[in-house]
């Protein structure tokens, strides 16, 4: 079946530097796919709409020049938190639509920064 | 914005049990989506319906639009179904843009 794979799975780093995470959809391709954050006990948080080729539509109260979407192939999409801080450390996770009745997910990224 | 109501918030079973969470929402949709997240994070994507029901092995989805109700239920339940359901709805007009439920943390004991 589908296969959406998500790197790293996890990652240490000091605050002020940047993390970049890929999502990569291995057996087919991603026009569009959706990055998600979660907190300790909380629901999964819709960031952003990732469009290949285009710009990325981030929801509100989501900023777009902290988390900088890149989807520039039919079968990768990056997200990469700039200039990370501590509030930033959450399980990211992104999905793509496959065919007409599922969805898949990457494994998710646990990113901490200290 | 459509709100995601689960129950229970959290379930505990012994192996074998019937299982059912549940899942209300407010606003009308398409669709909905059941998904199990294991304890490391990673998501599975279980079901997406839009009416009636879906069965794949032993996970059984209904969705009733009328009433904006779902049902996730479990048969002959096992340990390794330990994990967390969450149903989420579309929102912003796309089966794929997600309200998610806070999820059910269902455990199996042996």
């Known amino acids: 079946g589908a296969v959406v794979s998500q790197h790293p799975s996890w990652v240490i780093c000091k605050s002020g530097t940047s993390v970049k995470i890929e999502c990569r959809s291995l057996?087919?391709?991603?026009?569009?796919m959706f990055w998600y954050r979660q907190f300790p006990k909380q629901s999964l948080m819709l960031m952003a709409t990732s469009n290949e080729g285009s710009k990325a539509t981030y929801e509100q109260g989501v900023e777009k020049d902290k988390f900088l979407i890149n989807h520039a192939s039919l079968t990768l999409s990056t997200l990469t938190v700039t200039s990370a801080h501590p509030e930033d450390s959450s399980f990211y996770i992104c999905?793509?639509?496959?065919?007409?009745?599922?969805?898949?997910f990457g494994q998710g990224t646990r990113l901490t920064v200290v | 914005k459509n709100e995601v109501e689960q129950s229970p918030q959290n379930l505990t079973a012994q192996e074998g049990e019937f299982i059912t969470i549940n899942c209300s929402y407010s606003?009308?949709?398409?669709?909905l989506h059941w998904l199990q997240q294991h304890p490391g994070g990673g998501i599975v994507s279980l079901f997406m319906?839009?009416?009636g029901k879906k069965k794949h092995g032993r996970l059984i989805a209904t969705i009733n639009i009328q009433e904006k109700h779902s049902s996730l239920h479990i048969t002959a339940s096992h340990p390794r179904d330990s994990a967390v359901y969450i149903c989420?709805?579309?929102?912003?007009?796309?089966?794929?843009?997600?309200?998610f439920g806070k999820g059910t943390l269902l455990t199996v004991n042996p």
């Open positions: 057996d087919f391709q991603a026009t569009t």
């Open positions: 606003v009308g949709i398409s669709a």
């Open positions: 999905s793509a639509r496959v065919g007409a009745d599922r969805a898949f």
């Open positions: 989420a709805v579309p929102s912003g007009g796309s089966n794929y843009k997600l309200t």
């Open positions: 319906l839009s009416s």
